[in-house]
């Protein structure tokens, strides 16, 4: 496995009994104390639920003019057991970062997704949950301000920018 060093000194991941990836820390700076840091208190999990903001754009025959609706969607990301997954872990931080990364602990790599992906949706098992809520794009601006949502995207799943 790989070597980090961290605020408190060496890290590294190491597998428990179960085959289950955990955070190894030096203590001190002979590293005769160790601690041992599970991957969940660090953020990393299996399932995942994300808010994504849609922009849909519409022909009104009521008024014969083009609208658009603003939509939040709750997808939820459950990694599956099988093929090389075994070991890969989602995080995301929404108050740090705006995307959804995934890091395999069997080789140390990383990458991140789109979740309106549709192979990503079908490789890591990205469902949508429920129905879309109807927003109004003063909410929209708010929850991409305060990053309470991912992104903000168009009919076609392309990542947008607000206008």
């Not at 208190?41 to 808010?51: A, H, I, N, P, W």
């Amino acid at each position: 496995m790989s070597n980090a060093i961290s605020r408190y000194g060496l890290e590294k991941v190491i597998l428990n009994e179960l085959g289950e990836p955990m955070f190894r820390r030096c203590m001190d700076a002979r590293c005769s104390i160790t601690k041992d840091i599970p991957v969940s208190e660090k953020g990393f999990s299996k399932t995942l639920d994300v808010d994504v903001i849609l922009r849909r754009e519409y022909f009104s025959e009521r008024d014969y003019t083009h609208k658009v609706a603003y939509l939040v969607q709750k997808y939820h990301c459950k990694m599956p057991k099988d093929r090389d997954l075994r070991l890969c872990y989602f995080k995301y931080d929404p108050k740090i970062m705006q995307i959804v990364c995934i890091r395999n602990f069997d080789n140390g790599t990383a990458w991140s997704i789109e979740v309106m992906n549709p192979e990503n949706q079908k490789l890591y098992g990205i469902k949508a949950v429920g129905k879309p809520k109807r927003i109004t794009p003063q909410k929209a601006k708010v929850l991409l301000r305060e990053k309470e949502a991912l992104g903000l995207f168009n009919d076609n799943g392309e990542n947008r920018v607000f206008a």
